[in-house]
């Protein structure tokens, strides 16, 4: 690159840097929401609080970093035709073409970026999600259960409890277990505590019955206990036991013919998640020349050019929302896989054709007028 080139990189690395940034804390808002209420309600630690919300960035930032791109090429260029930087530069006899080289490189870079996401990061951030909440949810650790409500700890698993205090102790507590709707159970203790141990995790409650209703007999059973333990390890569902989703598998899974799935259904979406990880960085190479052939092909208006942004915006927004109906028919029916890769190919060429055509019209001169002679002036004159 050149030095003009090389500027023009370095205002659009600087504008991607905070469209990034900017669309990043706009969804951690967003996923923060769901994320807060273990450190609010349940007072949870803020260690885990902030990596769960960390692992959150790498599954949406390959969907980020495109449009961010889109953004900064149109903040960059608009703001510099404004300027009259762009028309300084187009008088100079910087074409189309040569302005726009730090934009496809700045989209190339991006285009790495979003393969690696897709291709190891972004599936270990999802694999770790999960495991993260498994894992708690196995242990079910006092952080989830909330005062004064009934918590649902499992499936058909219900627990209530009144206070806790500083040591830990639950006071109050009633456990509900339908599981078995013939034979419900309702546990009530004036103090419980949960236990942690190489076997799992259990409820141990303390001064307090135990019922059970027959609903074939109508017959209410009745315990009355000082110590009573409840085993969570049946209610725990258990990571093992579920089939991976398509975003938890690594991409050499997914390559595997040979990958286990539940019904044909879950093999189509696998085959679509394949897929999507290949083709989706193919998008914002598509989103950043469509950018550049709105700004510019044609000739330069000082006043602004709202009017193309616009239109560049809702072609990136159709695309966008193309790329998602792709993927999710590849996920119902393979025929529409290699559309996946059609469609960014495909769009590569109308901003290629525009672009093309705005090679030879600069301020100043018309398309098709002679050239200048920088020793005797317009054509057929000579110098004074």
């Keep these: 690159m050149n030095r003009l080139q090389r500027y023009l990189f370095r205002n ?165 277990d339908g599981r078995q709707p013939d034979k419900p159970v309702t546990i009530m203790g004036d103090r419980a505590v949960m236990q942690t141990g190489p076997d799992g995790t259990r409820f141990v409650v303390y001064d307090g019955n135990r019922q059970e209703l027959d609903r074939k007999t109508n017959r209410l059973s009745q315990l009355f206990f000082d110590r009573y333990a409840v085993d969570l390890k049946a209610v725990a569902p258990q990571a093992a036991d579920r089939w991976p989703d398509a975003r938890e598998r690594t991409t050499a899974e997914l390559m595997d013919g040979n990958v286990p799935a539940q019904d044909d259904r879950m093999r189509r979406g696998l085959i679509a998640e394949l897929h999507h990880r290949f083709s989706s960085p193919l998008l914002a190479l598509t989103y950043a020349l469509v950018a550049l052939s709105a700004l510019l092909s044609g000739e330069f208006n000082r006043r602004g050019q709202s009017s193309r942004v616009t239109i560049a915006v809702l072609a990136v927004m159709g695309l966008q929302a193309g790329a998602l109906g792709l993927t999710s028919l590849a996920g119902k029916a393979t025929v529409f896989v290699p559309l996946m890769y059609a469609m960014p190919l495909a769009m590569l060429l109308p901003p290629l054709w525009v672009m093309s055509r705005g090679l030879s019209l600069r301020p100043g001169r018309r398309q098709g007028a002679p050239d200048a002679d920088p020793h005797t002036g317009p054509a057929g004159s000579s110098a004074s």
């Design 12 to 176: 659009l690395l600087i504008a991607t840097l905070y469209s990034t940034a900017g669309l990043t804390l706009t969804i951690w808002l967003s996923q923060s929401l769901r994320l807060i209420e273990i450190v609010v309600s349940a007072g949870a630690p803020m260690g885990m609080f902030l990596w769960l919300l960390l692992l959150t960035v790498p599954t949406f930032l390959g969907i980020v970093l495109p449009l961010a791109l889109v953004g900064a090429i149109l903040f960059t260029y608009n703001k510099m035709a404004t300027d009259s930087e762009l028309v300084v530069m187009r008088a100079a006899g910087v074409g189309p073409f040569s302005l726009s080289t730090p934009a496809l490189a700045m989209a190339v870079g991006v285009t790495a970026v979003v393969f690696t996401l897709n291709i190891w990061i972004t599936p270990a951030a999802h694999r770790e999600l999960v495991r993260m909440e498994y894992t708690v949810r196995s242990d079910y650790s006092q952080l989830f259960l909330r005062e004064g409500v009934f918590n649902e700890v499992g499936d058909r698993f219900s627990v209530f409890l009144r206070d806790r205090d500083s040591d830990g102790n639950l006071h109050k507590v009633l456990i509900h």
